[in-house]
């Protein structure tokens, strides 16, 4: 069965800071990945998605960039840190030709930048 | 574009059947989703539905699709507390490499 890992769970981090967030897959191959931002219990934003390694789109202009060095990782980074960064952020993958497919979700990390 | 809408929020009591619904602009829209979140959690997939269906029951889940309307809507019977969570409903358009989220709405049972 396939799993999606985040790390970490939680991070406060000062304005200016970098950031590094980690999603990895397990039970599944070539899958598609995307980072998503959750605003305040809010809906969600589409920040990037990859449909192979090196291969990012990015859907907002924004403060963050992302990158997928293997198959099954996907990292999210930032030079510097802006308080407007701090939200939810979920990873999630799908599979299959039809990109945007039954999406399924990590566990999320929790920023928060002071 | 595209736009999906849901209301804020909805209360029922533990027993009662619930009824969230969501509103969709884009009529390419190929599946719709329903995710649920529980707080402090990532989204877990629900159900979903094809968009050439009218309805798709599931257990306690029945989703319903009105195509004219763009409007959908996730009844869930016998509402435990269990159940009390964010609901998110979701589209997906053809050659689209991501799905679109409404705002959500938070679903709270009264024991």
């Known amino acids: 069965s396939q799993t999606i890992h985040q790390w970490p769970a939680t991070l406060v981090q000062p304005v200016g800071s970098p950031l590094s967030l980690e999603c990895t897959v397990e039970g599944t191959s070539n899958p598609n990945l995307y980072w998503y931002r959750q605003a305040a219990g809010r809906g969600l934003q589409l920040l990037f998605y990859?449909?192979?390694?090196?291969?990012i789109s990015s859907e907002v202009p924004q403060n963050l960039s992302a990158s997928r060095p293997q198959d099954r990782q996907f990292i999210l980074s930032s030079k510097k840190l802006l308080l407007s960064d701090s939200g939810f952020y979920l990873c999630?993958?799908?599979?299959?030709?039809?990109?945007?497919?039954?999406?399924?979700f990590g566990p999320g990390t929790r920023l928060t930048v002071t | 574009g595209e736009d999906v809408e849901q209301s804020l929020f909805l209360s029922v009591r533990e027993g009662d059947s619930s009824v969230i619904n969501c509103t969709y602009t884009d009529s390419s829209s190929t599946y719709l989703y329903w995710y649920k979140q529980e707080p402090g959690a990532g989204l877990q997939l629900l159900t979903y539905?094809?968009?050439?269906?009218d309805m798709k029951q599931d257990q306690r889940l029945t989703v319903l699709l009105n195509k004219k309307d763009k409007h959908l809507s996730l009844r869930i019977a016998d509402t435990q507390t269990g159940d009390s969570a964010i609901y998110f409903c979701a589209e997906a358009e053809t050659g689209r490499r991501a799905l679109t989220f409404g705002s959500g709405t938070r679903l709270q049972v009264q024991p």
């Open positions: 999630a993958w799908s599979v299959g030709r039809r990109v945007g497919y039954e999406q399924y």
């Open positions: 539905i094809f968009s050439n269906m």
């Open positions: 990859s449909v192979g390694i090196g291969q």
